[in-house]
């Protein structure tokens, strides 16, 4: 009966303590991740910091360099209350421990007193001869067996118990090491954080001085997005009717798939939620949909995909298999590049190479691109994904970082 509750605490302790490193390595990895980003953050503000061109996405991606940093504090905390908890944990069992081992070494003295003052042998066996007969003589030496049987089990614990004393103090001293670099770090970022404050206040007081300009710039970019937007609908509900011209059970503003088209179709389907990022670093600039600017909150915006930041030079790459139907280029020389995954269409726009031709076969993770940077240093991908004649939100459809 005590073995097997030895063994459950044994078996309660160690799926603790695996719970525990598993939540431990959770935290370091979203740790790592959101640092990546705001590394990025930082790469994009050295780029664009002294350009006033580009004070509205200064102020956005401080804004979102502050979230992220909150993210890494919350974290840190976490992590600090987790090693404080564990400290507690391991202290008040060596303690446990330490106080078990004065107690077993206070009876292991005692009995080696007692076998001191009986050691010779004369003595053990006017012992055995005393014996009032035979059975009594016989369970004093199952008697004498049992105690040294006793007296090395008392010794063996004492070494186990002082072992894993030993080791528990090794923890206690890595964890306290732990705790003092995690409580470093958190210091390092509320800094960060302050400093970051800061610039996004006084950035946002050159954006309020000059709202007017400000409001005036992003409208014109607006028309200009509704424009190409416009454009983009067209040219789709152009495709559909020349896949559907002469097709019996066609669908108005629908393609008219083959069973290989429809087979593709399923399949990108299929894979919503876990399409691969069409860049391999960045992150997202700009949601999508219908949303307040990030800066200046009087005006509405309209996104009809996701913008994602990226370091300069970064390559592009296609979501899907699929053909690639359509490269456009825009009257300042940007180039766009559209694949067809049967009735859905995955745009890439913003980009100053392309490395595909119309007509070409592309693969999962094919390099089609390069994005452009501009002047300001900002290296921005639109990524557009079209249903039919509809835009849906790409960031439900890639996987989640």
Known sequence: ????????????????????????????????????????????????????????????????????????????????????????????????????????????????????????????????????????????????????????????????KSDALSEKNKLLAQEKEEKNKVIALNKKQRAALKDDKIEQENLLAVVRANEKEYAADIKEKAKERNKIDRELRALIAADIKASNKGKTGAVANKFFLTPEAKILANNFKSNKGKLPWPVEEGFVSRRYGRQPHPVVRSLTIESNGIRLQSPAGAKVRAVFEGEVIRITKSRYGILAVHIRHGNYTSIYDNLKIVSVEKGDKVNTKDIIGEIFTSNSGETELKFVLMQDTETVDPASWIARK
């Open 1 to 160: 009966m005590k073995k097997h509750c030895l063994l459950f605490i044994v078996f309660v302790l160690c799926f603790a303590f695996a719970k525990a490193q598993t939540s431990k390595a959770a935290l370091e990895r979203r740790k790592a991740e959101i640092q990546k980003e705001i590394n990025q953050f930082d790469r994009l503000l050295k780029s664009v910091r002294k350009e006033e061109k580009t004070m509205v996405l200064l102020v956005e991606t401080i804004d979102k360099k502050i979230a992220r940093t909150q993210e890494i504090i919350n974290i840190t905390n976490k992590q600090a209350n987790n090693l404080t908890r564990n400290i507690k944990a391991n202290t008040a069992q060596i303690k446990k421990l330490q106080e078990e081992i004065k107690s077993l070494k206070a009876e292991y003295a005692e009995m080696i007193v007692k076998a001191y003052k009986s050691q010779n042998d004369q003595s053990r066996l006017m012992f055995l001869l005393s014996s009032e007969n035979f059975l009594q003589a016989y369970k004093r030496v199952q008697y004498l067996q049992s105690y040294a049987n006793y007296r090395k089990k008392q010794a063996e614990e004492i070494t186990v």
